[in-house]
Structure formats: C-alpha cells, structure tokens
Nanobody, 114 residues
C-alpha cells in the first residue's frame, strides 16, 4: 500500500515555527479526512489535528490556537503550520486518514529546544 510521505520537521527553539507537509499519491486522497498525529518518546500516538475533504478542521486542545491544518487537493498535500512551538510538542509527526486506513509513513521529527 502507498504510504504518506511527511516532511518539514526539524530542530527549533521554543516559540519558533515549522510547516509540515504530507503527500500521498492516489485519486482518493483529496476525498479523505486527513489527520496529523504525533508520537513522543514513551507515549502513545495522538491525533492533533484533522481536516475533512471539504476543509473543515478540528484540533486537540493542546495545539488549538497554535497549529493550523490545511490542504491543497490539487497537490494531494496536507499541511500543518505550527507556531509558538513548545518543548512538549517534540515528537515524530505522521499523517494518516482519521480512521488510520493508510500504512504509516516514516514520519518527520520535530524537536523543540527550551
């Protein structure tokens, strides 16, 4: 199965910003509700934001007001703009459908230094 490809992670200072990208080939990507997940060391993977095929969004309380999810269906890409990053945002970030139908990709590491 084709995996999503995540990119855009890196090392930033607290208060900094990053923009993550998620792409996946296939004609149905633009129809699916897509979520950004993250997994910190020793913790379970959690859903932090998701966007419907029509662009409706939802966020976990921990990121609300700081993260913005968006999509460009023409490019089969979903973005996660992360502002005012905190050390507790440090994790590997993944994308998948809200029902986790895709195989998991490699993810992209986000490290926020205090």
């Amino acid at each position: 199965q084709v995996q999503p490809v995540e990119s855009g992670g890196g090392l930033v200072q607290a208060g900094g910003s990053l923009r993550l990208s998620c792409t996946r080939s296939g004609s149905t990507f633009s129809l699916n509700d897509i979520g950004w997940y993250r997994q910190a060391p020793g913790k379970q993977r959690e859903l932090v934001a998701h966007v419907s095929g029509l662009g409706f969004t939802n966020y976990a309380n921990s990121v609300k007001g700081r993260f913005t999810i968006s999509r460009d269906n023409a490019k089969n890409t979903v973005y996660l703009q992360m502002n005012n990053l905190k050390p507790e945002d440090t994790a590997v970030y993944y994308c998948n459908t809200v029902s986790q139908r895709y195989s998991w990709g490699q993810g992209t590491q986000v490290t926020v230094a205090s």
